[in-house]
């Protein structure tokens, strides 16, 4: 950085007292007293390495001009040639960027599904200084919580993590439930569409565009997991899904939630419901291998939050603060506030001082054909049987004609069953209605909406499918001219 500093003038406090351990100094003695040279006798005095000192006493001359300083004249080398103080720098600056450079590549395993998820999951999400740093779900952080303003770069590291945990661990170690609380865009690459037909094999339920029905819908299906794998360790004697016996397998859960703050948006019993799922999902998922990462730009505000924030969050030891993110951090904790894009503050205390590490994460995006690449293969190498994940598109129409149960209804059934939608669950069940001989076996549609006649519409093709050609007497009676198309498509 060229600069050199001279010290002059330390003076020894007792006899045989040494110098100051001073780095990368020259230590030079003086000899003579204050009339020869101007200084103290005994006086130690030291030059920076990188200068040339030239040692000089000559009498009566002192090095200042007021002949109280050190009368030891310093030359100092001239500068280096600036075409090699550029070479230099160009060539160090090269070296330094591309070991500070972090790629999609640096987060992939040497082999695809060869670790195990029995004490835990862990991925390398990123580099803190020029090491490569990794994130665990396990039984020191169970949980994650993570933070950023839009922008940042939150959905990028979700993505990191997601597609580095599905490289090291099999659909067998490994179950994605995914929602998207925002554009609908986070996960859509997680499953199969019309111009890609490829999925993620880990992912159990993908919401796209998730609205808070099917939200709290995924949270009841998690805590049902629980209950269920609760049973299992208590038939083998365990407390934890670790200690189970190595031929019953279990595979740990990751449940992302992007957005989490819209599911708790106001005090409506949703909300209220959603907060009751969340807390005893943290409390519980650690011994049963079900774990969370919820996201968001802020986690403050949040309204069904009020008393319980501490319940909830404080299960979740590891914080993650992105740009703008500082809110999931301690209040003294100001370590998110100058971060730049693709950064992002790791803390594992819950958010207190004095356990952050910065670290740098790659864009997944960024390696293009890299990542698709991954994705068919872990497409390809999916176990027989698997199936494509179940996917809420909250802006998709239902269309009896797409319902696996409307195509497999065949004539001779002894209970007519009335089709009339899909229910908001995780596995998009159907909704029907049985239509037999019992008496209450009419079915009514109440509302002012268009839609109401298309409910209508695939009760009576659902039903018409059940019967042979003059089985059955179907009336259409449109008396709003908004229920004209559903009865002319029925009557062609």
Same mark, same amino acid.
């Given at each position: 950085?060229?600069?050199c500093?001279?010290?002059?003038g330390w003076?020894?406090?007792?006899?045989?007292?040494?110098?100051?351990?001073? /780095?990368?100094?020259?230590?030079?003695?003086?000899?003579?007293?204050?009339?020869?040279?101007?200084?103290?006798?005994?006086?130690?005095? &030291?030059?920076?390495?990188?200068?040339?000192?030239?040692?000089?006493?000559?009498?009566?001359?002192?090095?200042?001009?007021?002949?109280?300083? %050190?009368?030891?004249?310093?030359?100092?080398?001239?500068?280096?040639?600036?075409?090699?103080?550029?070479?230099?720098?160009?060539?160090?600056?090269?070296?330094?960027?591309?070991?500070?450079?972090?790629?999609?590549a640096?987060?992939?395993?040497?082999?695809?599904?060869? +670790?195990?998820?029995?004490?835990?999951?862990? +991925?390398?999400?990123?580099?803190?200084?020029?090491?490569?740093?990794?994130?665990?779900?396990?039984?020191?952080?169970?949980?994650?919580?993570?933070? /950023?303003?839009?922008?940042a770069?939150?959905?990028?590291?979700?993505?990191?993590?997601?597609?580095?945990?599905?490289?090291?661990?099999?659909?067998?170690?490994?179950?994605?439930?995914?929602?998207?609380?925002?554009?609908?865009?986070?996960?859509?690459?997680?499953?199969?569409?019309?111009?890609?037909?490829?999925?993620?094999?880990?992912?159990?339920?993908?919401?796209?565009?998730?609205?808070?029905?099917?939200?709290?819908?995924?949270?009841?299906?998690?805590?049902?997991?629980?209950?269920r794998?609760?049973?299992?360790?208590?038939?083998?004697?365990?407390?934890?899904?670790?200690?189970?016996?190595?031929?019953?397998?279990?595979?740990?859960?990751?449940?992302?939630?992007?957005?989490?703050?819209?599911?708790?948006?106001?005090?409506?019993?949703l909300?209220?419901?959603?907060?009751?799922?969340?807390?005893e999902?943290?409390?519980?998922?650690?011994? &049963?291998?079900?774990? %969370?990462?919820?996201?968001? !730009?802020?986690?403050?505000?949040?309204?069904a939050? &009020?008393?319980?924030?501490?319940?909830v969050?404080? !299960?979740?030891?590891?914080?993650?603060?992105?740009?703008?993110?500082?809110g999931?951090?301690?209040q003294?904790?100001?370590?998110?506030?100058?971060?730049?894009?693709?950064?992002?503050v790791?803390?594992?205390?819950? /958010?207190?001082p004095?356990?952050?590490?910065v670290i740098?994460?790659?864009?997944?995006?960024?390696?293009?054909?890299?990542? +698709?690449?991954?994705?068919?293969?872990?497409?390809?190498?999916?176990?027989?049987?698997?199936?494509?994940?179940?996917?809420f598109?909250?802006?998709?129409t239902?269309?009896?004609?797409?319902?696996?149960?409307?195509?497999?209804?065949?004539?001779?059934?002894?209970?007519?069953?009335?089709?009339?939608?899909?229910t908001?669950d995780?596995?998009?069940?159907?909704?029907?209605?049985?239509?037999?001989?019992?008496?209450?076996?009419? %079915?009514?549609?109440?509302?002012t909406?268009?839609?109401?006649?298309e409910?209508?519409?695939?009760?009576?093709?659902?039903?018409?499918?059940?019967?042979?050609? /003059?089985?059955?007497?179907?009336?259409?009676?449109?008396?709003?001219?908004?229920?004209d198309?559903a009865?002319?498509?029925?009557s062609?």
């Open positions: 950085a060229a600069v500093v001279l010290l002059a003076p020894a406090i007792g006899p045989g007292e040494s110098a100051p351990p001073l /780095g990368s100094t020259t230590l030079i003695r003086l000899s003579g007293d204050r009339t020869a040279t101007g200084g103290t006798p005994g006086v130690r005095s &030291y030059a920076g390495v990188g200068g040339l000192a030239r040692v000089g006493d000559p009498p009566g001359t002192p090095f200042s001009a007021d002949g109280s300083g %050190l009368s030891v004249p310093v030359r100092l080398d001239g500068d280096a040639p600036p075409a090699s103080v550029a070479a230099l720098a160009t060539h160090l600056g090269d070296a330094a960027r591309r070991g500070a450079a972090v790629t999609f640096d987060l992939l395993p040497g082999q695809r599904w060869a +670790t195990s998820a029995r004490a835990g999951l862990r +991925t390398v999400v990123g580099r803190a200084g020029r090491d490569p740093f990794s994130m665990a779900f396990d039984d020191a952080t169970p949980h994650w919580l993570v933070g /950023g303003r839009t922008g770069g939150k959905t990028v590291f979700l993505l990191d993590v997601l597609y580095g945990l599905a490289a090291r661990y099999s659909p067998a170690e490994l179950q994605l439930y995914l929602l998207d609380f925002k554009e609908g865009v986070s996960f859509t690459e997680f499953v199969p569409t019309g111009h890609d037909p490829s999925w993620l094999p880990h992912a159990r339920a993908v919401g796209i565009e998730s609205d808070r029905e099917y939200g709290v819908a995924v949270l009841r299906e998690l805590r049902r997991e629980l209950h794998r609760a049973t299992a360790l208590k038939r083998h004697g365990v407390t934890k899904l670790a200690d189970l016996p190595a031929d019953t397998p279990v595979p740990r859960i990751v449940a992302v939630i992007d957005e989490f703050q819209v599911l708790l948006a106001g005090n409506d019993q909300a209220r419901e959603s907060v009751d799922l969340l807390e999902l943290a409390r519980k998922g650690r011994s &049963y291998g079900v774990h %969370l990462v919820l996201a968001s !730009q802020s986690t403050t505000g949040i309204e939050l &009020y008393g319980r924030a501490e319940a969050f404080g !299960q979740f030891a590891l914080r993650v603060a992105l740009a703008g993110g500082g999931v951090l301690d003294l904790n100001d370590a998110a506030a100058t971060l730049p894009v693709g950064s992002a790791v803390n594992t205390a819950a /958010g207190a004095g356990a952050n590490t740098r994460f790659p864009d997944a995006h960024a390696a293009g054909g890299d990542l +698709t690449g991954l994705r068919h293969d872990l497409w390809q190498a999916r176990p027989p049987g698997a199936r494509p994940p179940s996917v598109r909250g802006y998709d239902a269309r009896v004609e797409a319902d696996a149960t409307f195509t497999g209804l065949r004539p001779g059934g002894r209970r007519p069953l009335a089709l009339v939608g899909r908001v995780v596995d998009g069940t159907t909704a029907m209605f049985i239509m037999d001989t019992a008496p209450g076996r009419h %079915l009514a549609v109440v509302g909406s268009p839609i109401g006649a409910v209508l519409r695939a009760a009576t093709l659902s039903l018409a499918r059940q019967h042979t050609p /003059g089985e059955a007497t179907f009336l259409l009676a449109p008396l709003v001219a908004a229920a198309s009865a002319a498509d029925l062609l």
